[in-house]
């Protein structure tokens, strides 16, 4: 039984196998501070390093195309990672999506090592996630997704709720499991919840509900700085 995030296990399989697409042993993996260290050295304004780390991630996890300018950087970028035996965090997924697709050999083996996976947060998966996941269930096609379109907010890391239907259409045998009641907020909160929601499309029909009432209804108040708020909640309390 192996239980870890899938940027571990991706981390755990290019220790094992990736001098099969050119990693030098003993890598190391660069945090956020240094690749923004990284891109100082190749000119990169700091107000600017957010979105280009944020764009060099959707390349390689999502396809997205880059600028001619930006596409530029990223191969300075990544070989600045390479000469120091470095690799970031989205290349942890993005080479492994690689090292599967060009050793099918190596797919296999890592896959015969599980009967079952479970995936938590579906929702939130990049495409070259979920084509690591499907290079992982080949052999058998038990593949378990916990996930709610709902509830995505890292479309800027480039994860894609559609791939909870791209999975349901894929497997084909996929059964959905919906999970219609809400124990864990008030029917206030809940109700206001999906009146907020409502006009957002949605990619599974559901018919939520709410029973816990609760003595406090819900109200919407305004600050004008952070100190007046966090005063209002200590006098609250």
């Known amino acids: 039984m192996t239980r ?45 390093a957010t979105y280009v780390l944020q764009a060099f991630g959707r390349k390689r996890l999502k396809g997205a195309p880059l600028s001619a300018g930006d596409e530029g950087l ?53 495409p070259a996630q979920y084509a690591i996941l499907k290079y992982l269930v080949e052999p058998h096609h038990n593949l378990f997704a916990v996930g709610d379109e709902e509830q995505s907010v890292f479309s800027w890391t480039g994860a894609d709720p559609r791939i909870l239907k791209r999975f349901q259409e894929e497997f084909g045998i996929a059964r959905p ?40 209804e819900v109200r919407a108040y305004a600050f004008e700085h952070e100190d007046a708020e966090a005063a209002w909640v200590l006098a609250d309390l």
Do not use: M
């Open 4 to 48: 870890e995030t899938l940027h571990a296990l991706c981390l755990s399989i290019l220790r094992e196998h990736g001098d099969a697409i050119g990693l030098r042993k003993g890598f190391g993996v660069a945090d956020e501070e240094y690749q923004r260290i990284v891109l100082r050295r190749l000119r990169v304004p700091a107000k600017r």
């Open 74 to 126: 990223f191969r300075e970028y990544v070989a600045h990672l390479r000469r120091r035996n470095l690799v970031d965090y989205d290349d942890l997924v993005a080479l492994t999506a690689r090292l599967f697709d060009e050793r099918p050999d190596v797919a296999r083996a890592v896959a015969a090592r599980w009967d079952y996976v479970l995936v938590d947060e579906f929702q939130d998966l990049n």
């Open 177 to 216: 499991i919906v999970l219609d009641r809400n124990h864990r907020c008030s029917r206030q909160i809940f109700e206001t919840a999906r009146r907020l929601l409502a006009e957002n499309p949605t990619l599974f029909d559901k018919q939520l509900s709410a029973d816990r009432a609760s003595e406090h």
